[in-house]
């Protein structure tokens, strides 16, 4: 199927991938007199003295914001908010047949920091959770950052986080099929942006130890000069060795790699450069840094992609309806490390060790075990770190 010419004809047809359905009917004076006025006054003055209830008499408790300023879209950089608005509608399609959370795409016409923080924490009364998507690097933090101190509702950066979880999940996989400890691990991250970011954090939040950041001038490491604050606070945490050089360099003796940069950035001899059996996990789309064909001929003894047509595809929802579900179950005011680690967990476990193999290393998007799982294990973990409010 050629898919860029059938998604034109597709999405001409649909007119829109979401719509809005009622949920009550107005076939009569007293279904108007309940749905709206006069009887819509009594939850209306309940609400009012008391903000939660809003979560009781409205769709607020099942409804995200899909966020974003179109400057980052899969890949094809800054299009503009409106040009955003299909990946978007997509996104709520994902939230809802995954997870049967209800999402609203919010396309904001500006690139500032402050007017986007502003625009989402007003409204966000409005929504039980906010979905970050396709926000360029650096102001995703920030706007992350500033929204998690001024919200009461989970912040969720998905190109960082959810990344993040399904990269984890996949390197639990691969260390239990491989009987390797991640702590002794020594890996490198070709990619120093958001999702780059998150990964690594996430990782040593599981316990990886080692690990070297890569950006287009080489390793970041502390005291090298032209770093931005995100890669100034990364070069605290990683390269404690304070190595320099090219990527190439940090690859000879790594285990494991991971790519979240461009196409074409490893090549066959930067494998065979590292130990024996690497882990090889290449996220580029369309092209990863290097094609799994190439990565096991160069020695790989496991590989994953961003791509849906090879296997253990580190596919982002694989978690984030997952992990709104379970937050929204529990009305949890954040999505914290505890309970990416939790998501991270719940899907790598869904493998059993006996069925692990290099080319199953983590469970299928269509999985239907997924979303139970990873919302089952968010809310525990958001119980158990004091974030639940429910």
Not at 7 to 33: F, M, P, Y
């Amino acid at each position: 199927m050629d898919y860029k010419k059938q998604a034109i004809i597709d999405h001409e047809k649909w007119q829109g991938k979401i719509e809005v359905i009622s949920r009550c009917t107005v076939n009569n004076k007293d279904e108007l007199s309940v749905a709206y006025t006069p009887g819509v006054a009594e939850p209306c003055l309940q609400i009012s003295d008391n903000v939660d209830l809003s979560y009781k008499y409205t769709r607020r408790w099942n409804l995200v914001a899909v966020v974003t300023d179109g400057t980052a879209v899969l890949g094809l950089g800054d299009i503009g908010p409106e040009a955003g608005m299909p990946v978007m509608e997509g996104k709520c399609v994902l939230f809802k047949q995954f997870a049967d959370v209800d999402a609203f795409p919010l396309c904001i016409r500006s690139k500032e920091v402050d007017d986007i923080v502003k625009v989402v924490s007003l409204l966000a009364g409005s929504f039980g959770g906010i979905n970050l998507e396709d926000i360029s690097a650096p102001r995703c933090f920030e706007i992350e950052r500033r929204l998690k101190e001024t919200c009461d509702i989970p912040i969720f950066h998905d190109d960082q986080h959810g990344t993040a979880i399904v990269a984890a999940s996949a390197m639990i996989g691969a260390c239990r099929l491989m009987k390797r400890d991640i702590g002794s691990l020594k890996a490198v991250v070709s990619g120093a942006g958001a999702s780059a970011i998150a990964v690594t954090r996430l990782l040593m939040a599981l316990g990886l130890k080692e690990v070297i950041l890569c950006d287009r001038k080489g390793a970041i490491y502390e005291g090298r000069d032209g770093l931005n604050p995100e890669k100034e606070m990364m070069a605290k945490i990683t390269n404690r060795a304070k190595k320099s050089g090219t990527l190439a360099d940090m690859l000879v003796g790594a285990d494991v790699v991971f790519g979240l940069s461009g196409p074409g950035l490893i090549t066959q001899d930067m494998i065979k450069s590292m130990n024996k059996d690497p882990m090889v996990f290449v996220m580029s789309n369309p092209v990863p840094e290097i094609m799994p064909d190439e990565a096991k001929a160069a020695g790989a003894a496991v590989v994953g992609t961003g791509r849906s047509d090879f296997p253990n595809q580190i596919n982002n929802v694989l978690a984030f309806p997952g992990v709104f579900r379970g937050a929204l179950d529990v009305r949890a005011s954040d999505i914290n490390d505890d309970m990416k680690v939790a998501a991270a967990y719940a899907i790598a476990n869904l493998i059993d060790e006996k069925d692990l193999r290099p080319d199953y290393i983590i469970p299928e998007p269509f999985d239907k075990r997924v979303g139970p799982a990873v919302a089952k294990a968010v809310a525990e973990a958001a119980k158990e770190s004091g974030v639940a409010r429910l």
